[in-house]
């Protein structure tokens, strides 16, 4: 008695999860593509704290750790030494150095 129980149970619960499934991917697919796609654009002459902040994927008031992280995750992707581009690296580490105050005036590109 218990068993085809516990075999509804398990049914059940297995089709409301797949309704939900079906209703999030509906609503993420009529998300506007906006809203999921890249920042588009080119790098500005001069960067700024609100481009470093896109660059790195982080708010422009993120704490120090969470900075050093995003950093570290980006430069593991981008490095010049593993196949990636020397100018991407050089925008990463002025981002970095833009959040965290270190930034000088000049820009190296």
Known sequence: MATPLMAGVGIATAALL???VVK???RFKAAPAAARAFYKGGFQ??????????I???????AEERIKEAHRRIMIANHPDSGGSSFIAAKVNEAKDMLLGKKSKSSVF
Do not use: D, F, I, K
């Not at 002459?45 to 896109?54: D, G, I, W």
């Not at 790195?56 to 993120?62: F, K």
């Open 18 to 20: 797949g309704r939900e």
């Open 24 to 26: 999030q991917y509906v």
């Open 45 to 54: 002459p001069e960067m700024n704290r609100r481009e470093a902040a896109l």
């Open 56 to 62: 790195l994927g982080l708010r422009e008031s993120a």
